[in-house]
């Protein structure tokens, strides 16, 4: 009866060891896949140069060569932005600012 018993709660013990490892893996890879997953959305909302009309950000005067993350479609041009906050701005006044975009 002695060795059931001891054997009994050797097994329980390496199950519960077992399930912490399990779960601490699990955490790991949640962090990982999140870390992933912003890295990709931030990858998705970029554009290429050759599909846009300006060659600075109408907004702030950044060249368009260091990333466009949002665009815009104004008098038949489609311009772009660094920032979605850059874009809201120009939509604002965009008459004023379109001068600033430098179109090709």
Known sequence: MKIFTNSFVIGCSCF???CGQNNANKTASVADTTK?????KADEKTFSVSLVDNK?????????TAGISDTAHFQNKVLGFCSTECKN???KNPKANLAAAELK
């Not at 992933?36 to 990709?40: E, R």
């Not at 600075?56 to 368009?64: A, E, Q």
Request: net charge negative; aromatic share 4%.
């Open 36 to 40: 992933v997953a912003i890295s990709q």
């Open 16 to 18: 519960l060891l077992a």
């Open 89 to 91: 701005e120009f939509l």
């Open 56 to 64: 600075k950000d109408p907004s702030c005067g950044m060249p368009v």
